[in-house]
């Protein structure tokens, strides 16, 4: 195989882990990053939405021969944890025994990958910003924060690793017949936190994903090695209740001590917080082409940034890696076609999760507080686990398999409009575990 | 009322006509375009689209007071006239006796605006490509493309009239929560021609749009004032009939004799056009907002920018001027609120007719073809006659009516559900113009 000279743009946990499959091919691999080295300097600055890695992101860093080192720093999520606003919980478990997402920080996790990159001989540059790329030759140019100074790179082919603000793409999205959209969602978010007890322990169950469901919105709770949780408010810009209404401190514990009540006594810097930190948006962008001839791809939040609600956004940017590298296995020197195919295995399956993680926003926020909801998740669950071979639930299909997303979003369409039926019958909520149930899913598969 | 310092960016139709409002309302305004100056150099570049202008166009051009100017240089189009293979002519009216669209040509139309704007103390200055917006400040930085000298303009407020490419939106795009897109159609399109007869007079029917309506392509032929024809064939860019397949003089010829061979011998110079002349792209842009504050709007393509299937990109843009003037009358010196209006406003106006046209091109190259489908036309002529409060054709309501895009839109829906009824009653045909029918659509409205 060709050694190619390989220009990646972005030094994020997309970029980083590509890097490590084209060095490991034997490519020459040079990543430019926009800010300055994370290992060196504190940058999160209040943004940093936790990470959950399921199963696609495991295979991917496997992939890379990393993945032990990333789950000792990785908290097994097994369920999720509801709290209603009387404190009452509610357990439902992600998937089976045995079966979890994992909590990891953004930060340590990207550093790590760093680490390993440099370790496989890729060469990494700080504070480059990307000023214009010339796409039929594979030149990029950068410009050095701290100089001044302007660079320009030849290589082989450049890499948009650059995140949802690509600056690759920007060049892309003035070239004839691309197609690109941004859109805002109406909510946005905050970081807060629950620091851990004195001895170090969580003040919430570890091992779970809280939730906070009320109906327009959610604080979400991710734990952390340090005995916190990293707390996120996913709020409406505008309206009732909104961050545009929530302005004062007396807003704000009035409106946390009415709606998160067994939240508040956890969350100690709450008000210190919500105003210290930074209220963010979120955007889902789609684009395609993703790929100029043999010159130039996008991949990642680049090409397809989703909202955080299904907890993908890394591993479908890590199984871009997956099946990047499975392109170079399948296609060699003709990158090409590597390029174009890769572009159009992965678009429908990265539309499909955008699509997947809306539609799982207003699950969180709403459906899992509501009985209904649960119930039919049981009578699914109960299911699938006798017949794993006719009914794999949608979660587990996204989070616990392989099975390409847009595949994964059809069969979750037909499971739907069986468990509307099944919803239906009289007295499903004392029959739920009955023969005739079971018989009747039987009858609509 | 207080006088403002306007920057308009973009010389073209929604640009030069909307200074000319705002020069009526006492305004200085200043006009930077990134072209040469048209009147003394032909800058059209054999992609043109010849322009129709209906009642919306005309009412705008009315209120800057020079409808009758351009009246003298348009030439009326009282019908579809349907070219089939074998050469059968079919007429379709566009509306009732009187009713027309008028072909006008781009380049023509836009110097008479540029030099009425003139006229009213309007400044143009040519040449001038807009490097940076800043918003908040509302400063505009131009680049000389002879001189290269940079400007910097302060001004109140910036509007974006610059074009489906617009460089102020592109710095809005940049802001957070700002929605876009840009989307290609599968069809691009290569402009053609019909000459004159020796004599100066036209070789099809004067007062009327041609179409060679072809299913999934058409050509379709406007007249000019010279007795020519502009020709523009609406092509997929891919497939088996497409740019990619019809790549030498044989194709062409091969092709063109065998879809459309009433043209051919009207098209004496057929290959060297059709090699000589780009082939062009068509893309709808949608974003919001379209205001920042009081300090800069977008108006026109730059906001919304459509396919041209329903006559309407140029006319929607007139309406932008003629809305923006009731807003000035309604809202005075309160800019915030006039911008804030004009866009929640325009907005859903513009998406409808974006939706409009899309749709109506499907109509256009396929259906002007299906005896059923004008059969129903013929229906709903007959009736909106009979009944004209009670009915209005979706193609009237959006081309000889001011009815706000979205709510014909709507009720061109409802229409269609009330003609699915209609045109499954059985010998439709031949009872198409009985009681029976009529009493049908009345119980059905």
Redesign the interface.
Known sequence: MEKKNITVAGAGLVGSLLSIYLAKKGHDVTIYERRPDMRKADISAGKSINLALSDRGWKALAGAGIGDEIKEVAIPMHKRVMHAVDGTLTDQAYGNEGQAIYSVSRGGLNALLMDLAEKHGVKVNFDKRCTSINMDEAIASFKDYNTGEKETVNSDLILGADGA?SAVRNTM??T?????????IKHGYKELNIPPNADGTHKLERNALHIWPRGEFMLIALPNMDGSFTCTLFFP?EGKDSFSTIKTEEDVLAFFNKTFPDAVPLMPTLVEDYFGNPTS?LVIIRCFPWAHQDKVCLVGDASHAIVPFYGQGMNSGFEDCTIFGEMMDKYGDDWTTLLDEFQKERKPNTDAIADLAMRNFVEMRDLTADPTFLLQKKIEKRFSNKYPDKWLPLYSMVTFSHIPYAEAHAEGKRQDKIMEEVMAMPNIADKWDSQEVEDKMLSLL
């Open positions: 603000f999205q003035r004839d017949r691309f197609n690109y959209s941004q859109e805002y810009f948006s």
